[in-house]
């Protein structure tokens, strides 16, 4: 059994309305193993980012805990490993506009204070597809350029686990397809676990497991 | 850039006005050691045998020159019109006679036992010029007249005219020889002081307190004690004018503020970005305590440089602002400087440049501080 790199236990959120409190997460368990591939998918408004941003990190739950794998370190909370356990992939890119798409990349891995990245940086944009596209700023490259760079930049610190946002939601079909084809391809070549959550139920099928957030409850499509 | 600018123009106007006080302070406490003397020596009555006394002062390593002075009031008049004169009896050979710089008509070596040198304020009294004669009545003439003698008042030719600048010293002064000045006062050998020359007038108060030990009934008083409330009243403007432009710079800070609040704003997304990325809270407030501590530092730097360029050409630019609102020669005409004074002091610009960098650290801090404190899921989201 591969050994689970992410693990969440009843995980809760919920948002002011003017009704009251909107529990969007009631209790929601997750376990990811490395190397595995999870599709989400739900409604809008379901919960799906949320429930992203809670294992990464970005969101503080109101209940339930969220642990990364970290070899050296056990499980860790996400928080303190932003940047080396956990690498992101948002919808719309959120690329530094002022940076070019090699100092992107090299970006993310100094940021966690690692240096001597930068021939790394033009390994990962070279499998991305990019090799002649490295001192173009964001606003040079089309939007599944942009992607991605996204995608290298989530793999440069060869995080356990890549959290991806709808990747392909600004996408055209076409262009969101190689995407996702490319996205799946590194992920299984690096085995590197992948939480995707996305409205296509097309691309959801290319996971390994597919999960369904309806209720605030995560169950199998 | 916006910053930049507004920090280095609260610089420069702190320390155009911290330098240009100072030169104004310095001038004052030249003029009032050129025209009373580093330290005047003087007693409860005229001294006895100056010369003696005058011989022992300049036997000290300290003392540069010594001489006697008399003063006293007097009536002066020139036909219609007369004033008070406040009459002091100097020798004309003495070499250190800083009044012959402030000559304004005529010329100091003219003075003899038959002339005198005025004020211009006494001068313009009696509606006199050089080479006008005008007569003196001392009080001992009165005492005479009392008795009943008929005196006859000394007649004078004005030799020489001099502003100082010191409208108490311009509007009443005569200047007379000390030979003719004890004549008209009965004085004998008799002074009513001495004034020195010292080698460090800014040690006056050290150097009078210790040249008065052991002279019984003499006061040696420095030249800071003579007009010290004058002196006291240049400290506290040049202090009130620092709290003024004090205020400027904080102004100046607080626009570096909403700038770089502004700026944080505007990068919220790229803020949040950074944190999902692993930036920590010391990132993002280094980045932006840097960028105001840079934003002061080139502001700073900018000052220094606005300040050089705005004393150096001075002039000029008084020269506009008097013909724009019609003042005349302010600095000529109501201080008798040839041109602005300056006097640069290192500390205020130590002062002023760390001051400057604390304040606009400090302001980029603060929305630093609030930038790190966000969500990075509430600031992608709200970009």
Redesign the interface.
């Known amino acids: 059994m591969p050994k689970v790199v992410l693990q969440a236990t009843g995980l809760k959120k919920s948002f002011a309305s003017p009704n009251g409190p909107l529990a969007v997460l009631r209790a929601v368990d997750l376990v990811v193993h490395a190397g595995e591939s999870i599709s989400i998918r739900g409604s809008s408004g379901s919960g799906k980012t949320t429930l992203l941003q809670l294992l990464g990190g970005l969101e503080t739950p109101e209940g339930g805990e969220v642990f990364i794998n970290q070899v050296e370190q056990g499980l860790v909370t996400p928080r303190k490993l932003l940047g080396h356990g956990v690498g992101f992939v948002f919808q719309n890119y959120q690329l530094m506009p002022e940076l070019t798409a090699l100092e992107n990349v090299v970006l993310a891995a100094k940021i966690i204070g690692r240096s001597q990245v930068e021939g790394k940086a033009r390994e990962l944009l070279q499998l991305v597809g990019l090799g002649d596209r490295l001192r173009h700023l964001p606003s040079q490259l089309s939007g599944g350029e942009c992607q991605r760079v996204a995608i290298a930049r989530a793999l440069i610190n060869e995080p356990a686990v890549i959290l991806a946002d709808e990747p392909t939601g600004n996408l055209d079909e076409t262009t969101g397809k190689e995407v996702m084809k490319l996205l799946l391809e590194v992920v299984a070549q690096r085995q590197t676990a992948l939480v995707l959550v996305t409205h296509s139920r097309e691309f959801a099928e290319k996971a390994s497991r597919r999960l369904v957030l309806a209720g605030g409850v995560l169950s199998s499509a | 850039m916006v910053s930049i600018l507004g920090v280095g123009l609260g610089v420069a106007a702190l320390l155009v006005v911290q330098t240009v006080m100072n030169g104004f302070g310095e001038e004052h406490r030249l003029r009032i050691r050129e025209s009373f003397g580093d330290c005047v020596v003087i007693a409860k009555s005229p001294i006895e045998g100056p010369d003696v006394l005058i011989a022992r002062l300049k036997a000290d390593p300290e003392v540069i020159s010594a001489s006697a002075y008399t003063e006293g009031p007097a009536l002066a008049r020139r036909g219609a019109f007369s004033g008070v004169a406040f009459v002091r009896g100097t020798d004309p050979l003495a070499t250190d006679q800083p009044v012959r710089q402030y000559v304004v008509a005529g010329s100091f070596d003219g003075l003899d036992d038959g002339r005198v040198i005025l004020g211009i304020g006494l001068a313009r009294t009696l509606r006199v010029a050089v080479g006008d004669k005008i007569e003196v009545w001392s009080p001992v003439m009165a005492e005479q007249a009392e008795k009943g003698k008929a005196p006859l008042p000394a007649s004078l030719e004005v030799c020489a005219i001099v502003r100082t600048g010191f409208t108490e010293v311009d509007d009443r002064a005569a200047i007379i020889p000390l030979r003719r000045f004890r004549e008209l006062w009965s004085l004998g050998e008799r002074a009513h002081g001495v004034t020195l020359r010292l080698k460090d007038p800014a040690n006056a108060v050290a150097t009078a307190a210790r040249l008065n030990v052991g002279k019984a009934g003499l006061n040696f008083i420095p030249w800071q004690e003579i007009k010290k409330n004058f002196l006291e009243a240049i400290r506290f403007e040049k202090t009130m004018l620092f709290f003024l432009m004090f205020i400027i710079t904080l102004v100046a800070s607080f626009s570096i503020g909403s700038t770089l609040f502004s700026a944080v704003i505007r990068r919220t ?2 803020v ?8 920590q809270r010391w ?1 993002l407030v280094g980045l932006f305590g840097v960028q105001g501590l840079l934003i002061g530092a080139l502001g700073t730097a900018l000052g220094f440089l606005l300040t050089w360029g705005i004393l150096y050409f001075r002039e000029g630019i008084l020269d506009l602002i008097n013909s724009l609102f019609g003042n005349g020669d302010m600095v000529a005409n109501v201080y008798q400087f040839s041109k602005v004074p300056l006097h640069y002091d290192a500390m205020d610009f130590v002062v002023a440049a760390a001051f400057t960098l604390i304040v606009t650290t400090v302001a980029g801090l603060v929305p630093a501080l609030w930038a790190a404190g966000r ?3 509430e600031a ?1 989201r709200d970009a």
């Open positions: 997304r790229e949040g970005v950074l944190v999902a990325l692993g930036a990132h969500k990075p899921s992608m």
